[in-house]
């Protein structure tokens, strides 16, 4: 065999090797992640009593008896609304609760949940929206029970995808706002295979993504698949937009190297009529309200107030 053959044939075989290797870790990593302890109860209680709120710890069973907890706020200025603040991955809700103090402000109640396999809430896997769906379907319930008027759905990263997912099958939101969501999840797992090879710092991180980070990411989905029984093929938020009548805001950093503003831009295309989109300058993940925050809240304070159908009219934030 001539010598160029034997090396490609080589090349072929340790690249073959080390995708297997790397997808299982991702698989692993992407199914388990770190599961971090809310901050403590007392400081954020300090937080909310600042707007005369309460701080309570609630719960939930989820349909596979996964325990979810969460912290659950009235704002003195009970105006009968509720918002459900939903973290990123790896991330718990301490991570969204500096946005419920606003909300507080504003008269709604605010129900933070950790998502399952993150913080204290119970769950062997996160599954990324396969079983978070029924889960935000029993927050939203739950609120419904305590008198909410209306229900409003917050969330960032995973959270925004979440949110945004469970509109496939949860119809009584009256509006969401979803800061740095993905579309599907096969194409942020390529761009995520492509940033780890070194793509972010030029751009390149679709391109990388589905040439050489393509095999890595199809062994992570099938391995989650095969010895999970978990299919993240499926949880596209992209697919629940399309035929959903939710008035939703999309927020995306333009300067975001961890989920990419072209998401954003491609969930806005699905359904126009019913989706906003702002794009913020300078702003990495997730960091819209600390680099423009007087324009972050106008517009989602606005927004909601727009669309919450007993809203006692538009919010002049910032004037």
């Known amino acids: 065999m001539h010598r160029p053959i034997r090396i490609a044939l080589k090349a072929i075989a340790i690249y073959a090797a080390v995708s297997l290797a790397v997808g299982i870790v991702m698989a692993e990593l992407t199914l388990h992640p770190v599961q971090r302890r809310p901050p403590d109860t007392a400081r954020i209680a300090r ?35 509720a918002i459900i603040l939903l973290h990123g991955i790896g991330d718990n809700r301490g991570g969204v609760a500096g946005y419920g103090q606003m909300f507080l402000q504003q008269g709604y109640r605010v129900l933070l949940p950790d998502s399952r396999a993150h913080g204290e809430s119970g769950g062997r896997l996160a599954t990324y929206g396969l ?62 295979e492509g940033y780890f090879v070194g793509a972010g710092r030029l751009g390149l991180e679709p ?91 106008f517009r989602v304070l606005n927004f909601l107030a727009q669309h919450d159908s007993l809203s006692p009219g538009v919010v002049a934030f910032g004037n």
């Open 131 to 192: 079983r978070e769906n029924d889960d935000v379907q029993r927050w939203v319930s739950r609120l419904y029970d305590r008198g909410a008027s209306c229900v409003d759905g917050f969330g960032e990263s995973m959270g925004a995808a979440l949110v945004l997912e469970s509109m496939r099958s949860e119809a009584r939101f009256c509006a969401v706002v979803a800061d740095s969501p993905f579309s599907t999840f096969r194409s942020v797992a390529y761009d995520r």
């Open 47 to 81: 937080l909310y009593a600042q707007s005369g709120a309460e701080l309570q710890a609630v719960s939930i069973h989820a349909a596979d008896g996964a325990e979810l907890r969460a912290w659950y706020s009235v704002s003195a200025r009970d105006n009968g609304k």
């Open 207 to 297: 391109l990388v993504g589905r040439t050489v980070g393509l095999l890595p990411a199809e062994v992570a989905l099938i391995y989650a698949r095969w010895h999970y029984g978990v299919d993240l093929t499926r949880t596209n938020p992209l697919d629940a937009l399309k035929s959903s009548t939710i008035p939703v805001l999309l927020i995306h950093g333009e300067a975001d190297i961890n989920i990419l503003p072209r998401h954003s831009r491609i969930l806005a295309r699905a359904n126009p009529a019913h989706i906003q989109l702002w794009l913020v300058p300078g702003a990495s993940h997730g960091g819209a309200a600390s680099v423009a925050p007087q324009e972050f809240w």
